[in-house]
């Protein structure tokens, strides 16, 4: 069975930084493409950074390139966002998803909010 379970999500102060981790199983993690998506309240989920399966080509939104950082440890079978110089605006519940051809599955979440 399938699981991809996030974590390292919280509240934390604009300006600040996080790191997202997503552990998955049940599947051949290096076989697969990994990537973080985003949906705040009364969004649509967005995609916020991918990576392949051997973390040689990564992508970015435009906007995140310069504060977002994705990488993955194979060997952990997990997947990391690297949230640097946080806005109000990042707020949301930030997702992992593995992508293989027609498979695709997808983590419960973790929720990031920035305030002060």
């Known amino acids: 069975q399938v699981h991809l379970v996030e974590s390292g999500g919280g509240l934390v102060q604009p300006g600040g930084s996080l790191k997202l981790s997503c552990v998955g199983s049940g599947f051949t993690f290096r076989n697969y493409a990994m990537s973080w998506y985003r949906q705040a309240p009364g969004k649509e989920r967005e995609l916020v950074a991918s990576i392949s399966g051997f973390g040689g080509t990564t992508n970015y939104r435009d906007s995140d390139e310069d504060r977002f950082i994705i990488s993955r440890d194979n060997d952990k079978n997990t997947v990391y966002l690297q949230m640097n110089s946080l806005k109000p605006e990042d707020t949301a519940v930030y997702y992992c998803?593995?992508?293989?051809?027609?498979?695709?599955?997808w983590g419960q979440g973790t929720q990031v909010t920035v305030s002060s």
């Open positions: 998803k593995a992508v293989r051809s027609t498979s695709a599955y």
